[in-house]
């Protein structure tokens, strides 16, 4: 689904160095959601941004994971010192409105693979 | 806390067979349900989605049903095909909540 796009779609980190995945969502989308997809695993649900700002976190690991979405440019989901547990796949959904209604489902991008050495 | 399942994992079928993909969730209170496909290193694809007022969704030869009384939907794939292995996933959103709780999925695999 390229309509919502992922950045990098790969992403190869050493333990201790810094993640920065990027998502731009659809045109006219401004509600923004990030999961993780561990391997054989379904998605678990990170975090969800408005337009500058945070509107529920509960998924978000307390320490070394932030996202932001600002009023310009593409949401971002920072991982500061990353550890072998963080490889992952890494989606990213997007929304015109905050309810996922009967004509408003959430599309999802291509994700970014992280692998960490 | 909701809690998606999906059963089975996996599933081999041959070619042209009809199957059902099973899916439960432990919260009644749903606001929509919503079946995806996901290929190998892609994303998810949306199939069909289901509001919680509905009791079906048909999309060609899939049909998807939700009774939200038992905690319950299914995918039903007519006519399998090869093109059609995938990841199926079911994933449900609450009333007043905006994420999806996913399940594990299954995995299937269409024989020629």
């Known amino acids: 689904n390229a309509d919502v796009m992922q950045n990098p779609r790969h992403l190869v980190r050493r333990r201790g160095q810094e993640a920065r995945l990027r998502c731009s969502p659809m045109?006219?989308?401004?509600?923004v959601y990030w999961y993780r997809q561990l391997p054989e695993e379904g998605l678990k649900f990170m975090v969800y941004?408005?337009?500058?700002?945070?509107?529920?976190e509960s998924g978000m690991p307390k320490e070394r994971f932030s996202a932001e979405f600002p009023k310009e440019g593409p949401s971002i989901l920072r991982i500061q010192q990353v550890v072998r547990g963080d490889s992952a796949a890494y989606f990213c959904?997007?929304?015109?409105?905050?309810?996922?209604?009967?004509?408003?489902?959430?599309?999802f991008g291509d994700g970014t693979r992280l692998s960490i050495l | 806390k909701q809690e998606v399942t999906q059963i089975p994992a996996a599933l081999s079928v041959p070619e042209g067979e009809n199957l059902v993909l099973n899916c439960s969730f432990t919260?009644?209170?749903?606001?929509?349900l919503q079946w995806f496909r996901q290929d190998p290193g892609k994303g998810l694809t949306s199939l069909l989605l289901?509001?919680?007022?509905?009791r079906e969704q048909t999309s060609g030869r899939l049909n998807a049903s939700l009774d939200k009384s038992s905690g319950r939907s299914t995918l039903y794939i007519a006519a399998s095909q090869p093109g059609d292995s995938a990841t199926y996933l079911c994933?449900?959103?609450?009333?007043?909540?905006?994420?999806?709780?996913f399940g594990s999925g299954t995995k299937l695999n269409v024989k020629p």
């Open positions: 959904a997007s929304s015109p409105a905050g309810t996922a209604g009967p004509n408003q489902p959430q599309h």
């Open positions: 919260d009644s209170a749903i606001y929509n």
């Open positions: 045109k006219g989308h401004s509600h």
């Open positions: 289901i509001q919680s007022s509905q």
């Open positions: 941004l408005q337009k500058e700002n945070i509107i529920d």
């Open positions: 994933a449900v959103s609450l009333y007043n909540f905006n994420k999806f709780y």
